[in-house]
C-alpha cells in the first residue's frame, strides 16, 4: 500500500510504503512483535526512521522473534502502555529509502492495482492480490466480471511488467477468447 504525505520540510510529496504492522505489545519494557509484509528482516536495522500512525518512530532494536515476527524496541517507548499505543499500526517507510531490487524483481506495492492484459492487448483484469508459494508468487487478477484469475509470476506466464504505467502483460496458456468470459 502506498500512501502519498506531504513532507513538513519542503512540502512536497513524499510516498510512503507500508512495510509491516505492530502485532502486539510483549512484556513491559516496551518491545512490540512486528509482523513484515516482505518478510525481509534485514531492512529494520537500528536507527531506521518510520512512521507509524501520525508520528515517527525510531528503531532502537531488533531481532527475529517467534513465529516469524520481529521482536522491536522503538526509541521513546519504554514501557507497556506506551507499546500498546502502537498496536495494530502500520509501520511505513519512504519509496526512496527502499532498496532498489534487482531486474525482474518487484514489491508487492509496485504490482497490486496493475492492470493485466492479455497478448493481444486485451484487458484481463487488476491485480488484487500476490500469494506467495516459495516457489514463485502468483498474482490474483480481478476481472470486471467479478471473477478471479490467477497467473503464475513466471517468465512463460508474465511477459512484460511496466511499474511506471501500471501494467502487466500476461500469457493465459489456452485463451483463445475473451479470458473474462465464463467457461463451460
Known sequence: MIVQRVSERNKEPVRLVAIGRVRRAVGLDGKVEVELYSGDN???TRGLSLTAGD???VVARAAP???GLLSVYFEGVTDRDASDLLRGLELEMPESALPK???GVFYHYQLIGADVKDLAGRH???VS???ETGSNDVYVVASERGNEILIPATRDA??????VNGVIVADLPGETTD???DRQ
Open 179 to 181: 479470458p473474462t468470459e
Open 129 to 131: 492480490g500476490i500469494i
Open 65 to 67: 522473534g517467534r513465529k
Open 42 to 44: 534485514s531492512r529494520l
Open 101 to 103: 531490487p534487482p531486474d
Open 158 to 163: 508474465v511477459k512484460e511488467v511496466d511499474t
Open 124 to 126: 484481463i483484469g487488476t
Open 55 to 57: 508520528r515517527q518512530i
